[in-house]
Structures are given as C-alpha cells and as structure tokens.
C-alpha cells in the first residue's frame, strides 16, 4: 500500500514494490495515531529518493497545515 493509518506500537512503512524502485508520480500519506502527549521514534533503514525532487516529510499534526518537522531527500549512506 502507498498510504494507511498506524496506530499499534510498532510498526513498519516501505514505498510500494520495495526492495524496487518507487513508480513515478506516487503521493503516499501515513499518519500515525498516538495517545495525546505520547511520543514517537522514527528509525530510518533504507532510504533513497530522487534528490531535490522527491522527499520524506514529517509533520506535527494531521495534515500538511500542521508544522513540518523535517524534510529528507537523497540517500542513506
């Protein structure tokens, strides 16, 4: 899947056909769900998007109006 909902402890978000390249033109949205006041932890294992073109965003709230956290392209090393 390209979007969905996590709300259990752990969890896990790969880009559809992973370990392959992503297709063109994918807009996947997660959100994930927590108690009111609890935190996450975000652990990157692989990641490669097309720098300055594509990106991982991380926002603080429920959509893209909420504040933007961080802003990731390129490749792990």
Known sequence: ???GNLTERRGTIL???YPE???NGLN???RIHVSEG???QIQVM???TEHNW???EIYDGGDMTAPK???FSGMTA
């Open 1 to 3: 899947p390209c979007s």
């Open 15 to 17: 880009s559809p056909g």
């Open 21 to 23: 390249p992503y297709p």
């Open 28 to 30: 996947c949205l997660w």
């Open 38 to 40: 609890a935190g996450i």
């Open 46 to 48: 692989t990641f490669a």
């Open 54 to 56: 594509d990106s991982l």
């Open 69 to 71: 956290l961080g802003s």
